[in-house]
T-cell receptor, first 116, second 113 residues
Framework: GNSVTQMEGPVTLSEEAFLTINCTYT??????LFWYVQYPGEGLQLLLK?????DKGSNKGFEATYRKETTSFHLEKGSVQVSDSAVYFCALARNAGGTSYGKLTFGQGTILTVHP | ETGVTQSPTHLIKTRGQQVTLRCSSQ?????VSWYQQALGQGPQFIFQYYREEENGRGNFPPRFSGLQFPNYSSELNVNALELDDSALYLC????????????FGQGTRLTVV
């Protein structure tokens, strides 16, 4: 079945440091890949997505590239801010006939804390 | 455009009781999915409703059931509550069943004692 594995956290960084959160996946076919962010006490917000191999998703300074050869979708940001402190989830959704089935499979989440 | 709203935000139930959680989907969205997020874990897919019909189910027992109404709002019902049902329950809506993007509500925190 489908699965997503994220690097274990928590991750603690100083402001303006470089961020990488690793994500690898197992899936049949060619899934769409996502990063969601969850701020304290809130639901999930879509951060970025990529729907096919070699696509790069980007938003708010975050980037991730869909690497089919390594089945990875690592999240990166060049300079983190205190406001980026949150839990980050990597997820996939199976594509069928060009559209996603709609069921998201999530990783376990990575807690990021950024200190001033 | 209104987002996804869930109610209540928190509730406490006793083991063996029944609970109903509610979700209003984003305007124009006809698909609603429910997820269970245990503490420190990623969300787990419970089921999806599309145009009032169940359209896929995860590995949850039958005591987890749902409904979708003509206005596309949805309910999640859990019977015979167990302690392990304590979790954050998230509702997500999407434009159509095959959409690649889902919009989440803030969740309902259920505590079973």
């Amino acid at each position: 079945g489908n699965s997503v594995t994220q690097m274990e956290g928590p991750v603690t960084l100083s402001e303006e440091a470089f961020l990488t959160i690793n994500c690898t996946y197992t899936a049949t076919g060619y899934p769409s890949l996502f990063w969601y962010v969850q701020y304290p006490g809130e639901g999930l917000q879509l951060l970025l997505k990529a729907t096919k191999a070699d696509d790069k998703g980007s938003n708010k300074g975050f980037e991730a590239t869909y690497r089919k050869e390594t089945t990875s979708f690592h999240l990166e940001k060049g300079s983190v801010q205190v406001s980026d402190s949150a839990v980050y989830f990597c997820a996939l959704a199976r594509n069928a006939g060009g559209t996603s089935y709609g069921k998201l499979t999530f990783g376990q989440g990575t807690i990021l804390t950024v200190h001033p | 455009e209104t987002g996804v709203t869930q109610s209540p935000t928190h509730l406490i139930k006793t083991r063996g009781q029944q609970v109903t959680l509610r979700c209003s989907s984003q305007s124009g969205h006809n698909t609603v999915s429910w997820y269970q997020q245990a503490l420190g874990q990623g969300p787990q897919f419970i089921f999806q409703y599309y145009r009032e019909e169940e359209n896929g189910r995860g590995n949850f027992p039958p005591r987890f059931s749902g409904l979708q109404f003509p206005n596309y709002s949805s309910e999640l019902n859990v019977n015979a509550l167990e302690l392990d049902d304590s979790a954050l329950y998230l509702c997500a809506s999407s434009l159509v069943a095959g959409a690649t993007e889902a919009f989440f509500g803030q969740g309902t925190r259920l505590t079973v004692v």
